[in-house]
T-cell receptor, first 111, second 110 residues
């Protein structure tokens, strides 16, 4: 059975801090790993990772995948209060694109 | 493109009542999903459908039924609602590379 585990489950930081969120997975026929941000509504897409060692970057957010060790990290530098959200990791596996989510990391950024 | 649409956005039911949540996508995706999300928890898969005419149970299927009416539509039915089914329900569809979510349905069962 496909499995995704995120850590930490919650994190409280102050503005300007850098955070690293972790996602490890076990999945049959790995296709891709996805990161989402959720703020009191439907999750919004951040990154898709398919290849090891290639960093995806968008502003202060970046992510990288290690397919050998079966994990990914999401980094947020110079955090802002607007980064407060639940960050979800999901993997796409099997031949028909089954989505399996981790339990999420709740990030709280204080001013 | 509307993406993934869900109806209704909000619903209050009494224990024992039934209802159907509707979901449609216009992206020609084969895979569709129903998730529920409870406070402090991640998205838990209720049912998924790999293609038209097929459905499979996810992590928490008890108390729910689904119907993949055609490639576009995937509905979730609560036959006899229970307070434990109070939750936010998300429909999603996916291609190989990423998943797309509907806006969610906030369901309260009293």
């Amino acid at each position: 059975e496909d499995k995704v585990v995120q850590s930490p489950l919650s994190l409280v930081v102050h503005e300007g801090d850098t955070v690293t969120l972790n996602c490890s997975y076990e999945v049959t026929n790995f296709r891709s790993l996805l990161w989402y941000k959720q703020e009191k509504k439907a999750p919004t897409f951040l990154f898709m990772l398919t290849s090891s060692g290639i960093e995806k970057k968008s502003g202060r957010l970046s992510s990288i995948l290690d397919k050998k060790e079966l994990f990914s990290i999401l980094n947020i530098t110079a955090t802002q209060t607007g980064d407060s959200a639940v960050y979800l990791c999901a993997v796409v596996g099997t031949s028909y694109g089954k989505l399996t989510f981790g339990q999420g990391t709740i990030l709280t950024v204080h001013p | 493109n509307a993406g993934v649409t869900q109806t209704p956005k909000f619903q209050v039911l009494k224990t024992g009542q039934s209802m159907t949540l509707q979901c449609a996508q216009d992206m020609n995706h084969n895979s569709m999903y129903w998730y529920r999300q409870d406070p402090g928890m991640g998205l838990r898969l209720i049912y998924y459908s790999a293609s038209e005419g097929t459905t499979d149970k996810g992590e928490v299927p008890n108390g729910y039924n689904v119907s993949r009416l055609n490639k576009r539509e995937f509905s979730l039915r609560l036959e006899s609602a229970a307070p434990s089914q109070t939750s936010v329900y998300f429909c999603a569809s996916s291609e190989i590379s990423r998943g797309y979510f509907g806006p969610g349905t906030r369901l309260t069962v009293t």
